[in-house]
């Protein structure tokens, strides 16, 4: 009974879906048989079930988010930042730098008793300058009855060069001698590096400056200067030790060349003669002018200085 009530529902409903997709018109509607609902019912749902498979294939694969959690790994916390501060470049105040050896080169032959003028050429390359506060000390050694400080005259900025001279003289025993020297500052204390004068006394073996006798030589130098800027004038007085003939030429800071063919210094023994030159400048600065002696020291053997505004 339940079987024979639930096909004529069927077939109702199928004739109603195939009534509902069927185009509309106002003609007269031709009766359709049982069967022919049948298979237009049958046909509807086969072309609806078609253009759905059809859809989904189209539309392609479902993403999915497939998470997959990475291994798990011990590791250590980072290391805390330090403030730890960089190093900062040291710099000297005062440090001083031999140049040269104006006067008396090392192992010089002196005799016992000789008096001589050593002088240094000394450059400031530290970061303070020097004011006549400081000074030049004897350290060590032997002081050949030298002082024990000599007191700087001017200021020496750093860069610049100074020529520091001390009278000496030379012991009477025979033999090598040495004197070592230092600059200190206006406090009290000395640089960390200094310099020397080295002789021989009666040995030979160096350059001789035995007054009378020994091996002819320029001993000692001194200057008087006058004027100013615009008319400096130089007077320098050259010590010899016996017979023998001098040859020199000048040197100035602006690096002017001195080409002047000087008239030589002839001694007939043990003396002082006297040599002269002038500059005139409006430029501005310190100056200086060297001596040189060509013949027979081959060196540079003091300087005279000056300064306009």
């Known amino acids: 009974m339940k079987k024979r009530l639930a096909f004529p529902v069927v077939i109702l409903m199928l004739v109603s879906l195939v009534a509902c997709n069927l185009p509309s018109s106002t003609a007269t509607e031709t009766p359709i048989s049982i069967d022919a609902a049948f298979t237009a019912a049958a046909q509807t749902v086969e072309a609806r079930l078609t253009d759905a498979e059809l859809t989904r294939v189209a539309a392609g694969p479902v993403a999915t988010n497939t998470f997959t959690p990475a291994p798990f790994t011990n590791t250590p916390p980072l290391p805390t930042a330090t403030n730890t501060p960089l190093p900062t470049k040291i710099q000297s105040c005062d440090l001083a730098q031999f140049v040269t050896d104006v006067t008396v080169p090392d192992d010089t032959n002196f005799n016992g008793g000789d008096t001589f003028t050593k002088t240094w050429r000394i450059k400031n390359i530290g970061t303070c300058s020097w004011t006549p506060s400081y000074s030049l000390i004897f350290v060590d050694g032997s002081s050949m009855s030298g002082p024990s400080t000599v007191a700087f005259t001017k200021n020496v900025n750093p860069g610049e060069t ?51 006798g020994g091996e002819f030589a320029v001993t000692n130098v001194t200057f008087a200067t006058s004027g100013g800027c615009t008319s400096f004038t130089v007077i320098a007085q050259v010590k010899a030790n016996g017979a023998g003939t001098v040859t020199y030429h000048w040197v100035r800071s602006d690096g002017a060349t001195d080409t002047t063919l000087h008239e030589a210094l002839n001694y007939t023994g043990v003396g002082t003669q006297s040599v002269t030159t002038s500059w005139a400048t409006t430029a501005s600065g310190d100056k200086w002018i060297d001596l040189y002696i060509d013949e027979p020291n081959h060196q540079q053997v003091g300087r005279a200085e000056f300064s306009c505004p």
């Open 162 to 212: 100074v020529d520091l001279s001390v009278n000496l003289t030379a012991p009477s025993a025979t033999g090598d001698y040495t004197g070592n020297w230092q600059l200190r500052n206006a406090a009290g204390k000395s640089f960390p590096s200094g310099f020397y004068v080295k002789i021989k006394v009666g040995g030979g073996g160096g350059p001789t400056v035995t007054p009378g």
